[in-house]
């Protein structure tokens, strides 16, 4: 004979850790259904509730550039650590982050569907996005995403380029992040040509310089580097091998370079991870003709046996007759700071004493000719703040020359920041220097 209902064992939910061994299933249901009702009813009074919030506010273009900075730049410290592709490396990814507009990220032909990801020097909080394209290879739109891991990102807005002649700015809601994904969406059938990103903003953490020293792969080349104090030297294997002499100066490492009877400039920024590397080079002069290709980089060590010391800023100078002293460093009011610039100054008066009868001048050049007095006033405090400390260091300065002078002896006076940055360090000249590198 079969059971009662009301006889069957108690039900113990297999879900619940509060289960009551003496609920009947009969009740252990009623109970349920009415907690799905209750649960119905929140809900519905949730979503009720939400039609009453204002929605968030959309993208909106913008008629003018923000007078924010613009954080997506190499001179600030922005690093592009991913990219899907380029035309070549001397139009690559890097070029659209360069601060100059004569110069563009190219995609290959017929393929413009290429994006990169650009990790902020600082997490910061992002109101506007804007596109420069070059020529008439322009995309359709330009769809920018944000991140503040570097792994998942987020919708931000979607630059339509309408008018190829101008910039076109997008109005975001404030966003935080620390890195940018850049969607080229649309394009032609001919390259797609990037001249200039923009992210304005401010930065809402503190920038902390990355970890340099170690071992990288450049260009698929092995190199390394060792740091002491700002100064930073490195070799790159190729053949002839390449040597590297500089600093690190605010947010990017300035240096000289010789490669057997090759010789020019650089500049190279790492990420905040300290695993991405970029980097601008130029053939003995920084000018846009003498531009080199781009340097991309991925750390493989944080430890490094260390080049040896090839003399690199005593073959500059003699090959060139001039040689930029990117380690010689000045506070905000002009005045040298002895301990930063430690390795550059021995250099210096290492080099004064072994010059012998020959004349010497140390320059500060100021890049526009009209320049406001503040500004000449600024260089003219520098080398005078030099002066004396080569005294104090027991230099005969009588034969060595402190100028400033304009831009009369540049093949072209730079846009790019980081350019008009190494431009307007203290130069050490034989005199008279040869006709080559400025």
Not at 36 to 56: F, G, K, N, Q, T
Not at 94 to 114: E, K, N, Q, Y
Not at 282 to 293: D, E, F, G, L, R
Request: one cysteine or more; charged letters at 25%; a negative charge.
């Amino acid at each position: 004979m079969r059971r009662p209902y009301r006889e069957i064992a108690p039900f113990v939910s297999p879900f619940s850790a509060e289960a009551d061994p003496g609920v009947t299933l009969r009740d252990s249901l009623n109970r349920r259904w009415m907690r799905v009702a209750a649960a119905l009813v929140i809900s519905i009074v949730l979503v009720a509730c939400r039609a009453d919030e204002p929605d968030l506010p959309t993208p909106t273009p913008g008629t003018a550039e923000s007078s924010q900075p613009n954080l997506l730049s190499l001179a600030r410290g922005a690093a592009v650590t991913t990219r899907t592709g380029e035309l070549r490396l001397d139009a690559s990814a890097l070029h659209a982050i360069d601060d100059d507009p004569a110069t563009s990220w190219t995609t290959p032909p017929r393929d413009p569907a290429h994006m990169m990801v650009i990790a902020l020097p600082a997490r910061s909080m992002i109101e506007q996005v804007g596109v420069t394209i070059a020529r008439d290879e322009a995309p359709g739109s330009v769809l920018f995403e944000r991140s503040v891991d570097g792994q998942t990102f987020t919708p931000l807005g979607t630059v339509q380029l309408i008018d190829p002649s101008r910039p076109e700015f997008l109005n975001v809601p404030p966003s935080e992040a620390s890195s940018l994904r850049v969607t080229i969406q649309e394009g032609t059938e001919k390259t797609v040509a990037i001249a200039s990103l923009y992210a304005s903003g401010t930065e809402t953490a503190e920038y902390i310089p990355p970890v340099f020293e170690g071992s990288w792969q450049i260009n698929g080349r092995d190199a390394r580097f060792v740091q002491e104090g700002i100064r930073i030297r490195g070799d790159v294997a190729a053949e002839p091998p390449i040597h590297i002499d500089g600093a690190w100066i605010e947010r990017s490492f300035r240096f000289l370079y010789m490669r057997g009877n090759e010789y020019g400039f650089g500049a190279l920024v790492v990420s905040p991870d300290g695993r991405s590397l970029n980097g601008m080079t130029w053939y003995h002069k920084i000018t846009p003709i003498h531009a080199a290709p781009a340097w991309f980089g991925e750390k493989t060590g944080d430890e490094s046996s260390g080049p040896g010391d090839h003399q690199v800023m005593d073959r500059w100078l003699e090959r060139s007759g001039s040689v930029p002293l990117f380690g010689i460093v000045f506070d905000t009011e002009g005045d040298i700071r002895p301990e930063a610039s430690e390795q550059s100054l021995r250099w210096l008066v290492s080099r004064i004493s072994r010059s012998g009868s020959g004349s010497l001048s140390l320059i500060r050049r100021i890049l526009e000719p009209a320049a406001a007095d503040s500004v000449r006033g600024t260089a003219t405090r520098q080398l005078d703040s030099l002066r004396s400390e080569l005294v104090r260091r027991g230099v005969d300065v009588a034969r060595v020359r402190f100028d400033v002078v304009g831009p009369d002896d540049l093949e072209q006076v730079p846009q790019k920041r980081l350019e008009r940055e190494m431009l307007t360090s203290v130069e050490l000249r034989l005199s008279p220097a040869k006709d080559v590198a400025r």
